[in-house]
């Protein structure tokens, strides 16, 4: 689903302030760490301020002056009022005519605690497609560990599209809080028609209202930035850290540069060989999996406010949306529609922790109070009372209709719908309906991603969780198998991702991958 595939990490961040907690630490997973085969990547203390670290040759002469580039990083103030460096990489608009117009990317360093052991630049990415890494990186003291923070400066970008870089504008805010509103599963006509008009218009307000930029924004061109940032690094290899989306980015980074990836991390893992419709029919069982548990988890604690039972409980919830459908509630000035009550069940779902969000704004709403479902849904799209704080709900579709423009005509979508209710009777209708996604896309690809293998890589980590609800376990095994130098941590638990959720065993690897390029010798089961 074109609005789906995505790490809701960062605004999962800010909902730490709502629930008034840090991260808990979960009881699920083993301790310690596997036996290492070897070490891989840069050496330890290989920092951007060596020089004998360059390694800035352009896969192209023409590309060059790009890498050359020296990055001026400048004192910037953090959303939580810490001090951090913000800088620009300049890059070409489209790569087969580097000479032509250029954009800026967007970066922001937080530099590490310790400054006198820098293993080198961390890049990471938070996935969306669409999410600002910038963010990301801001929110390193929330996102990554310890012993991240002290030996990495931690480098986040906003890949083109998204955030400051050159970010795609499709809708203004009034059409997007339709957009983002309107039935996602339309049920008589005048739905119907209201649905296909919004995918029309979606794909026409990218293209008239971006220009070029809307054609060149795809995972490839966002894969070829992070190489011209290496080599403004002065990096030999890359270092990364890519969570959902940015797992595509990653493997995508691999095989177009695979002398030049070093240590990768590629953690809530997307299958990037799924056609849309499988990946569709995929997440909607994963959805549907995550949704039970949380429903399991309530009953089991007994007097269970959906219900006597784990059927029960969904029955109110489908009830709930269908009755919303039917009667959209008021909110202050604003009214909770069916598309943000799904928003704002679905995002609780992303980690364990926010159970008790869902707890609270789920009970209300069946009490006749929407306030917080809708606040929800609202972080969900990156909103706030004053307007929306990024793009992403724009770059998401665009991005992943630019990387696969395929769609279901919308005739034939009432035929798939029963294989979707199969595994998930919940959303399976919503998910179904999602394969309609891109029919509206204007613009084509400049360049298309093809199979991915990252053969001649170092061996990177791909990583997953058995109940992740947006990127499904079965994604990083099918991952693994693929990239030929990979190899596959698994992560037992709820949420999406497995880095910083309570699992020693997991950040144990990761952690010592990153700094010390300890390669685990086979697969890693953390269960």
């Known amino acids: 689903m074109k609005r789906i595939v995505a790490l809701v990490l960062v605004v999962a961040l800010v909902l730490l302030g709502l629930a008034g907690a840090v991260v808990a630490v979960l009881d699920d997973g083993g301790s310690g760490s596997p036996e290492s085969s070897g070490v891989v990547g840069p050496p330890a203390g290989a920092g951007e301020d060596d020089p004998g670290n360059g390694n800035q040759q352009a896969p192209d002469p023409a590309?060059?002056?790009?890498?050359?580039?020296?990055?001026?990083?400048?004192?910037?103030?953090?959303?939580?009022?810490?001090?951090?460096?913000?800088?620009?990489?300049?890059?070409?608009?489209?790569?087969?005519?580097?000479?032509?117009?250029?954009?800026?990317?967007?970066?922001?360093?937080?530099?590490?605690?310790?400054?006198?052991?820098?293993?080198?630049?961390?890049?990471?990415?938070?996935?969306?497609?669409?999410?600002?890494?910038?963010?990301?990186?801001?929110?390193?003291?929330?996102?990554?560990?310890?012993?991240?923070r002290e030996r990495f400066d931690i480098i986040g970008f906003d890949p083109r599209g998204t955030g400051e870089s050159a970010p795609v504008d499709c809708l203004t805010d009034d059409e997007l809080d339709a957009y983002l509103?309107?039935?996602?599963?339309?049920?008589?006509?005048?739905?119907?028609?209201?649905?296909?008009?919004?995918?029309?218009?979606?794909?026409?307000?990218?293209?008239?209202?971006?220009?070029?930029?809307?054609?060149?924004?795809?995972?490839?061109?966002?894969?070829?930035?992070?190489?011209?940032?290496?080599?403004?690094?002065?990096?030999?290899?890359?270092?990364?850290?890519?969570?959902s989306y940015g797992t595509v980015l990653g493997a995508t980074y691999a095989d177009l540069f695979p002398e030049s990836s070093g240590r990768l991390?590629?953690?809530?893992?997307?299958?990037?060989?799924?056609?849309?419709?499988?990946?569709?029919?995929?997440?909607?069982?994963?959805?549907?999996?995550?949704?039970?548990?949380?429903?399991?988890?309530?009953?089991?604690?007994?007097?269970?406010?959906?219900?006597?039972?784990?059927?029960?409980?969904?029955?109110?919830?489908?009830?709930?949306?269908?009755?919303?459908?039917?009667?959209?509630?008021?909110?202050?000035?604003?009214?909770?529609?069916?598309?943000?009550?799904?928003?704002?069940?679905?995002?609780?779902?992303?980690?364990?922790?926010?159970?008790?969000?869902?707890?609270?704004?789920?009970?209300?709403?069946?009490?006749?109070?929407?306030?917080?479902?809708?606040?929800?849904?609202?972080?969900?799209?990156?909103?706030?009372?004053?307007?929306?704080?990024?793009?992403?709900?724009?770059?998401?579709?665009?991005?992943?209709?630019?990387?696969?423009?395929?769609?279901?005509?919308?005739?034939?979508?009432?035929?798939?719908?029963?294989?979707?209710?199969?595994v998930s009777p919940t959303f399976g209708d919503i998910f179904a309906w999602g394969l309609y996604g891109c029919a509206g896309l204007q613009v084509p690809p400049a360049e298309q991603r093809p199979p991915l293998t990252a053969k001649g890589a170092d061996p990177l980590l791909v990583v997953g969780t058995t109940r992740d609800p947006a990127t499904p376990y079965e994604w990083a095994e099918a991952l693994a198998d693929q990239l030929e130098p990979a190899i596959l941590l698994k992560r037992d638990g709820d949420g999406h991702t497995a880095y910083n959720m309570g699992s020693d065993c997991i950040d144990d690897t990761i952690e010592a991958y990153l700094i010390d390029g300890e390669v685990p010798s086979g697969m890693v089961d953390c269960s």
């Not at 080198?120 to 003291?141: F, K, M, R």
Request: charged share 25%; glycine share 8%; with cysteine.
């Open 63 to 148: 590309l060059q002056p790009f890498y050359d580039q020296e990055i001026e990083w400048s004192t910037c103030q953090g959303m939580y009022g810490e001090s951090r460096e913000c800088g620009w990489l300049e890059v070409p608009l489209d790569y087969d005519d580097p000479e032509g117009t250029t954009i800026e990317i967007k970066l922001l360093k937080r530099p590490a605690d310790d400054q006198e052991n820098v293993v080198g630049p961390l890049i990471v990415n938070p996935g969306g497609p669409g999410a600002p890494g910038t963010s990301y990186a801001d929110q390193a003291e929330f996102a990554f560990g310890e012993p991240l």
């Open 181 to 243: 509103a309107a039935d996602p599963s339309p049920d008589d006509e005048e739905e119907l028609a209201e649905f296909q008009e919004w995918e029309t218009r979606m794909g026409e307000g990218c293209a008239t209202r971006s220009g070029d930029i809307s054609a060149h924004i795809s995972t490839v061109e966002a894969a070829r930035d992070m190489d011209v940032l290496r080599g403004a690094l002065r990096q030999p290899q890359m270092i990364y850290f890519g969570a």
């Open 265 to 422: 991390v590629l953690d809530g893992a997307v299958d990037v060989s799924l056609s849309s419709r499988e990946q569709d029919l995929q997440q909607a069982m994963g959805f549907e999996r995550a949704l039970t548990a949380y429903l399991d988890d309530c009953v089991a604690g007994g007097d269970c406010y959906l219900g006597e039972d784990t059927a029960a409980a969904k029955k109110t919830i489908t009830d709930f949306i269908e009755q919303v459908d039917e009667e959209p509630m008021q909110v202050g000035e604003r009214v909770l529609d069916v598309g943000n009550a799904f928003y704002g069940i679905v995002l609780p779902l992303y980690n364990h922790d926010y159970w008790t969000l869902l707890d609270s704004a789920l009970s209300d709403a069946l009490e006749g109070d929407a306030a917080e479902l809708l606040q929800l849904s609202d972080y969900y799209g990156s909103r706030e009372d004053s307007g929306y704080t990024d793009n992403s709900s724009e770059a998401i579709w665009a991005i992943n209709c630019l990387d696969d423009n395929t769609f279901t005509p919308i005739e034939d979508i009432p035929d798939e719908i029963e294989e979707f209710r199969k």
